[in-house]
């Protein structure tokens, strides 16, 4: 069965006016505008206007051009009226697209449009990029934009890092667009705020074995009722971690800013903390990991939580306190060698051994890598 396809909604880019066929006739009949004004019994000058536009056929001119050119009145009349129709609908299709400019330059001062530009989620269209928008953002008007941006600005995670150049109109928009790629996930199991310890203990495997190390944590928090994605950074967001309750379950996003498994393991667990210790209680809350900005408790908590989740907090005091002040090569080969007796990921210890002794130089074969 053939499909209908309805036109009623298309408008024309151009309104062709019924002048324009009647040139087309007069060059087809070779019969010059002069003539058939004489036979009309009308100005030259009126006809001429006709044909270029500027005056609409008649019913008594369409009678006329029946008369002369053997072609009914009433489809000179039906021309001028589609004509007429094609014109008002391209005025208003103008008005919408000069509506929809003014719009979308709203839309660029509180919203990373160069940052959705980059990843493909919008293009060229507009009227289609304004509906993409407000989707990202659940609103349906710039006013709703403006709104939102307004009444979470003076937020903590808009907070300058002081480290790293941070922009607020880009964390604003990825925080959004984090919460817009939740809601797109499917479901994942019930939450229970009993089984962290399990939780835990699963991950850690994950990150001794770092092999499809992104995959396997989204399938275990799935199963523990976490939504897990990946967001990347957009430019002067130097976010590794946010965590949120949306809908049934918590959401865990992390930017993988660094690519690194022990910023990773860290960053991750951080967050999980932020869900079992203070979203399940609180889920309006959210919690944003923005480097370089000054940390409260809640955060100053969740931080221990994630390193000693890593690693005992006993056994790595006694690590430190025995390994600080040996030979390059030799830290490296302590490094391992704890990893290896406490199970650990080697650059996990890398990681942390390097934060803790303010040490960055020390180099090695380690891979820190996510794999």
């Given at each position: 069965m053939a499909t209908k396809i309805k036109l009623n909604n298309c408008v024309p880019c151009i309104a062709i006016h019924p002048g324009e066929i009647i040139k087309d006739e007069l060059e087809a009949r070779e019969m010059k505008q002069k003539e058939l004004a004489s036979l009309m019994g009308m100005p030259t000058s009126v006809l001429n206007d006709i044909i270029k536009g500027r005056r609409a056929v008649t019913p008594e001119v369409s009678v006329l051009l029946q008369e002369i050119l053997g072609i009914d009145a009433s489809y000179w009349l039906s021309l001028q009226n589609q004509y007429d129709i094609?014109?008002?609908?391209?005025?208003?299709?103008?008005?919408?697209?000069?509506?929809?400019?003014?719009?979308?330059?709203?839309?660029?001062?509180?919203?990373?449009?160069?940052?959705?530009?980059?990843?493909?989620i919008i293009g060229v269209k507009?009227?289609?990029?304004?509906?993409t928008i407000y989707s990202i953002f659940g609103i349906s008007s710039v006013e709703e934009l403006i709104a939102s941006f307004s009444s979470e600005k003076e937020l903590s995670y808009f907070k300058k890092s002081e480290r790293l150049n941070s922009d607020p109109i880009n964390i604003f928009s990825w925080k959004h667009f984090a919460f817009y790629q939740s809601s797109q996930m499917p479901d994942v199991a019930d939450f229970n705020k009993d089984n962290l310890d399990g939780l835990v203990r699963e991950l850690n495997q994950v990150f001794v074995v770092?092999?499809?190390?992104?995959?396997?944590?989204?399938?275990?928090?799935?199963?523990?009722?976490?939504?897990?994605?990946?967001?990347?950074?957009?430019?002067?967001?130097?976010?590794?971690g946010f965590s949120f309750w949306q809908g049934k379950n918590p959401t865990v996003v992390l930017t993988l800013r660094l690519n690194k498994i022990d910023n990773y393991a860290f960053a991750l667990l951080h967050e999980i903390y932020h869900v079992y210790a203070h979203l399940f209680n609180n889920r309006e809350q959210r919690y944003i990991a923005i480097e370089g900005v000054e940390t409260d408790k809640c955060e100053e908590d969740a931080n221990k939580f994630a390193k000693y989740s890593l690693i005992s907090k006993d056994i790595w005091s006694a690590f430190l306190k025995q390994h600080s002040l040996i030979s390059p090569f030799a830290k490296q080969m302590k490094i391992k060698?704890?990893?290896?007796?406490?199970?650990?990921?080697?650059?996990?210890?890398?990681?942390?051994?390097?934060?803790?002794?303010?040490?960055?130089?020390?180099?090695?074969?380690?891979?820190?890598e996510i794999k």
């Amino acid at each position: 069965m053939a499909t209908k396809i309805k036109l009623n909604n298309c408008v024309p880019c151009i309104a062709i006016h019924p002048g324009e066929i009647i040139k087309d006739e007069l060059e087809a009949r070779e019969m010059k505008q002069k003539e058939l004004a004489s036979l009309m019994g009308m100005p030259t000058s009126v006809l001429n206007d006709i044909i270029k536009g500027r005056r609409a056929v008649t019913p008594e001119v369409s009678v006329l051009l029946q008369e002369i050119l053997g072609i009914d009145a009433s489809y000179w009349l039906s021309l001028q009226n589609q004509y007429d129709i094609d014109q008002v609908n391209i005025n208003a299709k103008i008005i919408e697209r000069k509506k929809n400019i003014e719009i979308w330059k709203v839309i660029s001062q509180y919203c990373s449009v160069k940052c959705f530009e980059k990843l493909g989620i919008i293009g060229v269209k507009i009227a289609e990029n304004i509906q993409t928008i407000y989707s990202i953002f659940g609103i349906s008007s710039v006013e709703e934009l403006i709104a939102s941006f307004s009444s979470e600005k003076e937020l903590s995670y808009f907070k300058k890092s002081e480290r790293l150049n941070s922009d607020p109109i880009n964390i604003f928009s990825w925080k959004h667009f984090a919460f817009y790629q939740s809601s797109q996930m499917p479901d994942v199991a019930d939450f229970n705020k009993d089984n962290l310890d399990g939780l835990v203990r699963e991950l850690n495997q994950v990150f001794v074995v770092n092999t499809d190390t992104i995959d396997r944590t989204k399938e275990i928090l799935a199963r523990y009722g976490i939504k897990f994605i990946v967001v990347p950074k957009f430019d002067k967001t130097p976010i590794d971690g946010f965590s949120f309750w949306q809908g049934k379950n918590p959401t865990v996003v992390l930017t993988l800013r660094l690519n690194k498994i022990d910023n990773y393991a860290f960053a991750l667990l951080h967050e999980i903390y932020h869900v079992y210790a203070h979203l399940f209680n609180n889920r309006e809350q959210r919690y944003i990991a923005i480097e370089g900005v000054e940390t409260d408790k809640c955060e100053e908590d969740a931080n221990k939580f994630a390193k000693y989740s890593l690693i005992s907090k006993d056994i790595w005091s006694a690590f430190l306190k025995q390994h600080s002040l040996i030979s390059p090569f030799a830290k490296q080969m302590k490094i391992k060698q704890f990893a290896h007796q406490h199970n650990i990921n080697e650059a996990i210890v890398l990681g942390f051994y390097q934060h803790d002794v303010n040490l960055y130089s020390i180099k090695s074969t380690i891979s820190r890598e996510i794999k």
